[in-house]
């Protein structure tokens, strides 16, 4: 026989069909996002790993001074490796602000997949990077002057080796912006001269290793056989070359964060709508009594009140996922093509997305829904009838001072009658918080960054030279630059920039001869300062160096040591008066191209700020409306259980004669101030964490970005709360004035 509770199904729903409208499209939007991000991130994985092998990725790469003769290399692949040249080229452009790294067309390491146009079959044509061409809104057919050549740009590509544009492996974060990668023919390379010209060679182990562990052993065993042959000026393992492991690293990371977020939001949706359910629950005690009392089991009657939620949730996930797979996905590729340098791959399907946004989210809302419905349905049904739901009897109303009036007594009543509801929005207005700051707070989280870096800008050129040359720019003061790593205990190894200065000079005064300084940045991202003694090491070999700080220059997105020219020389073993730079607010103009290896400018120091908000804007935006809607959901539907729970009282205080206005005054007043406390008690702890959220996720890259969020945002996002919360109360006043005089008449023991 067909059980009749199913009939009552199709009415539950209809009668609280605006409820499980908004928690369907709110889930639906959710589900969608995360699926879709999450099918994105699947596919780009398998296409991402899939490219080693298709485009025979190299297994790392080094740079000598000079180039290396037949003999050199036939010695170097005694080491078990296979050797290809792999030069390039750096030059300034003239159509765009930016930097073109370029290679001669790779036919048998590290291959480029077209992406739109064809390679570069004449002299003067030139293939480039997909994603440096749209940030500099370059097409096929224009012409890009690198150099001093003119080129028409061919084709858009994408490397292999470059799926996020690293300039260098020390830098704090890719730059698609102001640094791109090309290829042209080899007569095309030639004529672009020797200047800025860099001897790199690409290697492949015969024996190829088992994991990262076995590569990092036969990495520093190749770099030690190198190193012995000839001058090494650059060596990067594959598995430490950020520009081809970052899309990796970061996707898996994004997705894990997606489906932790989900799983958030599933878990307060599931809270509020059992919330809902016990206030139904409470509604129909006299019935659900009877049923119990007719033989049905405690059973049967939860899977009724679990049927429609677990319902509800399951259309929304299978819809989501449809949408995840068409609306979302096209936006899921448009951020990572915004972000990496990607071949076209195609969208596949994905039973870990599936299972992630389809049915653990389903099993997530049947399980909080279970245990607190088989908690609410534990009484007897005796219970039920005489509709004494409370588990202990003897439980007493707490007192309240006579003293506080009675308007204020009664909101205190019904804050107090409530506490299951207002716990809820609480943690909705926390979370709710948590995104809206992200949203609001991250771009002025990055602009402060680049105030930061004009501000402590040391000068407006750094030149570092290939070899010591004589400058009459005025004003142009010799230094010398150098690197090291850190070698901090449980830390991620970083570069450190060494700089030996002038004691007195001009640009930086570390106060004298034998003063070791580090900067702001080294010292707050280390927890480092004065009389701390700090070691550092050599990048491409063992030797380590161990040094007092004295003081700590002004330096707040610079991982930087400062030491005088003297101590430099001495400590890593140069002659007196050596240099092989400049600090100069002026351009200099009177050393060949040849002798400079680096310039660095303000553009090069921001490259960060400017990646991530180019890359982060728009999802930023997107996080900050979530995070309204978020909280609108939730402080409505359980604004609109208070209310419906209240009925009976609402009703009776209109029959003694209260206004509309007056009783709004009681109940929807109650939800505002807790509403507002909310916003007030959970922003400094939202600061709190997010500040220290913030540390650990900039201590994973290189440099750092002090946490600093202008004041004004925390009472815009109070504001922004409060006004969305303006018109729950509007639509709560229409409901409160809806409620009958009649209703108090219903159901009187």
């Known amino acids: ?125 030139i293939a480039i990077d997909r994603m440096y061409a749209d940030n500099n809104n370059l097409k096929v057919g224009d012409t890009l002057t690198v150099g001093e050549r003119a080129f028409t740009i061919s084709g858009l590509v994408a490397f292999s080796d470059y799926s996020a544009l690293y300039r260098s492996p020390s830098d704090m974060m890719f730059d698609a912006i102001k640094f791109g990668v090309a290829v042209t023919t080899e007569e095309g390379f030639d004529s672009l001269g020797e200047a800025g010209l860099h001897y790199n060679y690409s290697w492949l182990y015969n024996t190829a290793p088992e994991d990262d562990i076995k590569a990092k052993e036969m990495s520093e065993e190749l770099l030690e056989s190198i190193a012995e042959k000839a001058p090494v000026t650059s060596f990067i393992p594959a598995f430490s070359n950020q520009a081809m492991q970052f899309v990796g690293d970061d996707t898996g990371k994004d997705r894990i964060m997606f489906i932790v977020f989900l799983y958030i939001v599933i878990a307060i949706v599931a809270f509020i709508m059992a919330i809902t359910t016990s206030n139904t629950v409470a509604r129909e005690a006299t019935v659900i009594g009877t049923l119990r009392a007719s033989g049905y089991k405690k059973s049967e009657i939860i899977l009724h009140y679990l049927a429609i939620p677990t319902l509800v949730t399951f259309i929304s996930a299978l819809i989501g996922n449809i949408l995840g797979y068409t609306v979302f996905k096209d936006y899921a590729l448009s951020i990572y093509y915004t972000n990496y340098s990607l071949p076209l791959f195609d969208i596949m399907w994905n039973a870990d997305a599936f299972i992630s946004t389809t049915i653990i989210p389903v099993i997530l809302m049947f399980i909080i829904n279970f245990f607190i419905l088989k908690r609410k349905l534990s009484l007897s049904p005796l219970k039920f009838i005489r509709r004494d739901l409370k588990k202990n009897s003897k439980k007493k109303a707490i ?66 030279l290939k ?10 003061e010799k230094y010398c630059a150098g690197s090291l790593v850190t070698d901090f205990e449980g830390r991620k190894k970083e570069s450190v920039t060494i700089y030996g200065l002038q004691p007195d000079g001009e640009y930086i005064n570390i106060g004298g001869e034998d003063e070791i300084c580090v900067s702001s940045a080294f010292s707050e991202k280390y927890g480092v ?212 005089l009649a209703e108090a008449l219903k159901n009187v023991e």
Not at 419 to 440: Q, R, W
Not at 602 to 626: C, H, P, W, Y
């Open 1 to 125: 026989m067909r059980n009749p509770l199913i009939r009552r199904l199709p009415r539950e729903l209809k009668s609280e069909f605006p409820k499980y409208l908004v928690i369907f499209l709110f889930m639906i939007m959710v589900i969608g996002f995360v699926s879709g991000m999450s099918v994105a991130s699947g596919s780009l994985m398998k296409c991402y790993t899939e490219s080693f092998d298709k485009c025979n990725v190299e297994d790392g790469n080094f740079e000598l001074a000079i180039k290396a003769d037949e003999t050199l290399i036939s010695s170097l692949e005694e080491s078990d490796i296979k050797l290809y040249e792999n030069f390039y080229i750096e030059k300034d452009t003239k159509e765009v602000d930016s930097v073109l790294r370029v290679y001669k067309n790779r036919k048998d390491i590290n291959l480029v997949s077209i992406m739109k146009g064809e390679m570069p079959s004449e002299n003067n044509e």
């Open 529 to 740: 300062g004065k009389g701390d003694t700090v070691t550092l090491k050599e990048e491409f070999g063992e030797k380590k160096y161990t040094f007092t700080i004295t003081g700590i220059i002004d330096a707040p997105v610079t991982i930087a040591m400062y030491m005088s020219r003297d101590i430099f020389c001495d400590s890593f073993d140069y002659e007196e008066g050596y240099y092989n730079g400049y600090l100069s607010d002026n351009k200099i103009t009177d050393i060949d191209e040849m002798l400079i290896a680096a310039t660095i400018t303000e553009d090069d120091m921001n490259k960060m700020s400017r990646q991530l908000t180019r890359s982060m804007g728009g999802v930023m935006d997107i996080f900050a409306v979530f995070g309204i809607v978020m909280f609108m959901l939730i402080v409505y539907l359980l604004s609109k259980i208070i209310i419906e729970k209240n009925s009976r009282s609402i009703s009776m205080t209109k029959i003694l004669g209260y206004s509309n206005k007056e009783i709004s005054g009681l109940y929807i007043v109650s939800t505002s101030i807790v509403v507002i406390a909310s916003f007030i008690v959970t922003m400094p702890i939202v600061d709190i964490l997010m500040r220290y959220v913030c540390i650990v996720m900039f201590s994973e890259f290189s440099g750092w970005m002090p946490y600093v969020v202008p004041f004004y945002i925390y009472p815009m996002i109070i504001g922004l709360g409060i006004a969305a919360y303006g018109i729950i109360a509007f639509l709560q006043y229409r409901r409160v004035k809806k409620v009958p």
């Open 399 to 464: 007192k309240l001072n006579k003293k506080i009036g009675f308007m204020h007594r009664f909101r205190l009543r019904i804050i107090l009658q409530n506490i299951p509801n207002y716990v809820t929005i609480v943690i909705g207005v926390f979370l709710a918080n948590i995104i809206i700051l992200l949203g609001l707070g991250f771009p002025k989280l990055l602009d402060n960054s680049s105030k930061l870096i004009s501000e402590s800008l040391i000068c407006n050129y750094q030149y570092i």
């Open 467 to 476: 070899a010591p040359a004589e400058t009459k720019c005025e004003g142009a």
